[in-house]
């Protein structure tokens, strides 16, 4: 099944650098959103279908905390997984993330291995 | 950690990542040896709180924003696309090494919230050379370009 993947980082470069990660790969992506904070991101999910949200923590608007915790309040958002791709490495901040329904964690940076893996986890396990 | 050990491990990280992300390559320098040959520079700021607060900077030359980028995209220098690119991937740089050298000075347990980095452009030789003379700046060289770093963290009581 073609997955509809939001992408939500500040940083153009780093879009463009998981879209074409999801590609090499080999993710079966159908179309790719991008938006540049969370409140974009909560727009972009309001209008379409999405199967799969990466979002990045630290950004301006809002975060990508404040995006998941708007995301629990709505029945359908709530279902979407949404894999965090962050610098941080605080295994606190992770256990944070994963109690409030965050599925993956990816650290910056990152190979198409761990993105294709973490894809096939969430898409296996839903 | 002291400053000395500080300082290897802020430039490990940083050839670390740069490595990673960008495929360049940081070779060991001591500060005798750089020769500066540009004008223009570009410098990425950004802080953080939490367990610790600080700032950290970093400065290249113009030229290398470019490469940098494209190296990130997986295209030629010379693509129109990599001007419109070249201050964000900086940024990330920065970013990614800002929360790489935090976890491997403050260990995994600690939380930071990170600012989003700021970007400035223009930066004359003199500045360059104003922070290349502080005590405080690293100093890196990644595929022949010279490269700045100023790190500062004051623990929160």
């Given amino acids: ?126 | 950690m002291d400053r000395k050990e500080l300082k290897n491990t802020i430039r490990d990280v940083f050839y670390d990542i740069i490595e990673k992300s960008a495929f360049m390559f940081g070779e060991e320098v001591e500060k005798d040896e750089v020769d500066v040959n540009y004008d223009k520079f570009a410098r990425a700021d950004m802080g953080f709180v939490g367990d610790a607060k600080g700032e950290i900077s970093i400065m290249v030359p113009e030229a290398m924003c470019p490469e940098i980028a494209a190296n990130f995209l997986g295209v030629d220098p010379e693509d129109e696309k990599v001007d419109e690119y070249s201050e964000d991937a900086l940024k990330e740089i920065l970013n990614v090494t800002c929360g790489h050298v935090l976890t491997a000075i403050k260990g995994e347990r600690a939380v930071f919230d990170l600012t989003v980095p700021n970007i400035k452009r223009g930066i004359k030789l003199k500045e360059w050379e104003k922070l290349f003379r502080s005590e405080d700046s690293i100093v890196c060289m990644v595929d022949d370009y010279p490269v700045l770093i100023k790190f500062s963290i004051k623990n929160e009581d």
């Fill in chain 1, 1 to 126: 099944m073609a997955l509809n993947i939001l992408v939500v980082d500040d940083s153009k470069v780093v879009r463009s650098v998981i879209k074409k990660t999801l590609d090499i790969a080999g993710v079966d992506v159908g179309n790719i959103f991008e938006a540049g904070d969370g409140k974009e991101a909560l727009e972009i999910l309001d209008k379409e279908w999405i199967d799969l949200v990466f979002a990045d923590i630290n950004m301006p608007v809002m975060t990508g905390l404040e995006m998941v915790d708007r995301m629990k309040e709505d029945g359908i958002l709530q279902t979407i997984p949404v894999v965090i791709v962050s610098t941080e490495g605080s295994e606190t901040r992770i256990e944070e993330l994963k109690a409030k329904g965050v599925r993956a964690y990816i650290r910056k940076p990152f190979t198409p291995e761990t993105i294709k893996k973490v894809v096939d986890e969430i898409m296996e396990g839903k």
